[in-house]
């Protein structure tokens, strides 16, 4: 089969189409015909050497992305045959060698795909939707009526998070481009922040729940905005001194980090087959253009995801 092994870290020039094995399977695994792949920054970062490059960088060959949607072939589990349209995240944050016609997938990591989506947009419902979801419901607990800020609401975990928040009956407030506006209230949102050209001094202490896809300075922003009493969750990591910033305001500080678990993919799926979840494709490559889709990932201003098909 084909597969696209990082060689190096470094460009995309590091990506490389090989033929290897197709893998075989254990006990509680399937093995996935793979139909599209999600490309996400982490894939970027790990390319480079940073992201989880250090959590995998002694296998061998490599193969970086973990975001899959295709059709089982193989089975030896009890809950998916040959033939099911399956997506889900792959062995995140370890190996999960999604670029490849064939992965071999732990049962327990995937769900049903929906009938009504494509496998490009099952593909795209995968890592954002989850970390959406897992920081949202897992780690917030949202109850209606709380005043919810989507950081980045455009991109592949802010849509999500958009629409997760709306459909669980939160207040929310995107941020974004002004570019962008329209795509964001699209998605459900109540009001809209063009983060270029706004005064966040008058923003101080507004919500109950802030989620930060952005980092770095916008980390203490997102502590200004917060209530006291109130939450802010980073899925790119919080140090010391903004753990402690937070805690000195009274804000519940949290750092995510999001982890493959088809129980919560089927929560996803059910969203996504009854129209409550939308994946929002922004471009579509073809797998030998997979350099390509790093790029489009790597410029930070994509609506949605990036997805290659194989």
Partial sequence: ?????????????ELKVVDIEKPSIKEGEVLVQVKAIGINPVDVKTRTGSGVYGRINTESPLIIGWDIAGV??????????????????????????????FV?????QLALKPANISFEEAAAATLAAL??????????????????????AAGGVGH?????AKHLGAH?????????????????????????????????????????????????????VTKPGGSFISILGLNDERKAKATDKGVNGNAILVYSSGEDMNVIAG?????????????????????????AVETGRTVGKVVVVV
């Fill in 104 to 108: 071999a997938v732990p049962a327990n």
């Fill in 72 to 101: 089982v072939t193989e089975a030896n589990n009890a809950t998916f045959s040959p033939g099911d349209e399956v997506f889900g995240m792959v062995n995140f944050p370890g190996h999960g060698k999604a670029y490849a016609q």
């Fill in 160 to 164: 999500f998070a958009v629409q997760i």
């Fill in 172 to 224: 929310v407030t995107g941020t974004s481009s002004a570019a962008n506006r329209n795509f964001v209230l699209s998605l459900g949102a109540d009001e809209h922040i063009d983060y270029k050209n706004h005064n966040w001094q008058q923003s101080e202490n507004s919500f109950d729940l802030t989620l930060d896809a952005v980092g770095g300075d916008n980390l203490n922003l997102s502590i200004n």
């Fill in 271 to 295: 969203w996504l087959q009854k129209g409550i979840l939308k994946a929002h494709v922004a471009a579509i490559f073809p797998f030998e253009k997979m350099g390509e889709a790093h790029l």
């Fill in 131 to 152: 970390t959406a979801y897992q920081a949202l419901v897992k780690n917030a607990n949202i109850t209606a009526g709380k005043r919810v800020l989507i950081h980045a």
């Fill in 1 to 13: 089969m084909k597969a696209i092994v990082l060689a190096k870290t470094g460009g995309i020039e």
